[in-house]
């Protein structure tokens, strides 16, 4: 039985013969061209930052950042990550090799990589450096841990808790699988039902929280609904369904997303492969 990390799946999937791929992306329009190392190394010290991902959106950590950076309104450059494992050019900027991971050329080049934290950094960057009014990340000390806390829930119990019973293969355990699953999603309506505004998790502002944990969710159900026959019981998630199909709606979702098609094509590799859960891309 093979064992992969979640995120070496991905990648294995989306090997390209250069492994580079590169685009610039202002919010506003995306041109793909194919580049070098030297493009990687020579970043124009104006450009704002460079958004390291695998091709496609297809990695739900890096789906997070390219949120936060739309919602956070931040011109980017992206630069689309193939092969496994990761290319030497890549490793030498994220020795780690995984995704998502930002650059900054105009502070030294500096590298932030796993997706909480570049998340995080956005923030203060936009608030500190680019003087821009948010509330992607509260000020409030209670909000901010709470919205950690959702976000540990999310890579330590929901994730696993979804990718097991997808990868499952033996019929008898699926009913307590998607117990398990239905579980770790009852942390979530329970935040919704704390929330005193609504429809976020923390509130009336869409945060950290909600992007930490949407793409995954997203993947979940369109995934568990194919393979599984699995939906989320919309009477015990009355607020969870609301706050997906709210979530869903917003312009920087639309545009980190993939589709239902690409989705399945993807998972597809998962399920018909000799699985065991090996742990998340923990970025």
Known sequence: ???????????????????????????????????????????????????????????????RTHIAL?????????????GHPAPDWYLKINPRGKV?????????YEV??????CNEFLCDYASSTLKKDHNLMPQDPILRARAR???????????????????????EEDAKLAAEVEKALEVYEEALNNSDDGPFLLGAEFTLADLHVLPFIQRLVITLRHWKNFEIPSSKFVKLLVWLDVCLERDSVKQSSMTKEKTLEIYKIFVESDYAFGGLNEN
């Open 112 to 117: 932030i990589h796993d997706s909480a934290i």
């Open 1 to 63: 039985m093979k064992c992969y990390q979640i995120a070496g799946v991905f990648a294995l999937m989306q090997q390209s013969s250069s492994g580079f791929a590169f685009s610039k992306h202002t919010n506003k329009s995306t041109s793909l061209g194919m580049g070098g190392y030297d493009a990687t190394i020579g970043a124009d010290p104006s450009t704002p930052l460079q958004f390291f991902l695998f091709p496609g959106n297809t990695c739900p950590n890096a789906q």
């Open 100 to 108: 998502p991971a930002i650059r900054i050329p105009s502070c030294d």
């Open 149 to 171: 806390l959702l976000n540990d829930h999310c890579d330590s119990v929901l994730g696993k808790a979804q990718f097991t019973f997808l990868m499952n293969k033996d019929t």
């Open 70 to 82: 739309h919602e956070l309104g931040i011109p980017f450059d992206i630069t689309e990550v193939s």
